[in-house]
């Protein structure tokens, strides 16, 4: 099993900026990929940013440009840093990890979830 837990959600003015870790432990020898999902109220849940141990990455269309995925194999973390956050950013962030996978599909385990808010 793996676990993985997230921190640095919170509330942010628009245009401003937040910082998502994540930590894994447990069985994380192999984990291939990590990455970061979100489900806003009424909405399904969909790919942020993921990021393979080789440096591969995938970005939703909607955050290119203003969010940056990023890892610490060494130290089984993954990070994704939010800039020019919009309201529509707004959303529960879950953390999802895989031994194999793909970087363009959910892996097995996921985080509990940190709250963004994004508002004046």
């Known amino acids: 099993q793996v676990q993985l837990v997230e921190s640095g959600g919170g509330l942010v003015q628009p245009g401003g900026s937040l910082r998502l870790s994540c930590a894994a432990s447990g069985r994380i020898l192999t984990i291939y990929v990590m990455g970061w999902y979100r489900q806003a109220p009424g909405k399904q849940r969909e790919l942020v940013a993921t990021?393979?141990?080789?440096?591969?990455?995938n970005y939703a269309n909607s955050v290119k440009g203003r969010f940056t995925i990023s890892r610490d194999n060494a130290k089984n973390m993954v990070y994704l840093q939010m800039n020019s956050l919009k309201p529509e950013d707004t959303a529960v962030y879950y953390c999802?990890?895989?031994?194999?996978?793909?970087?363009?599909?959910?892996?097995?385990?996921w985080g509990q979830g940190t709250q963004v808010t994004v508002s004046s």
């Open positions: 999802n990890a895989d031994r194999y996978g793909s970087i363009y599909q959910e892996g097995d385990y």
């Open positions: 990021m393979s141990s080789g440096g591969s990455t």
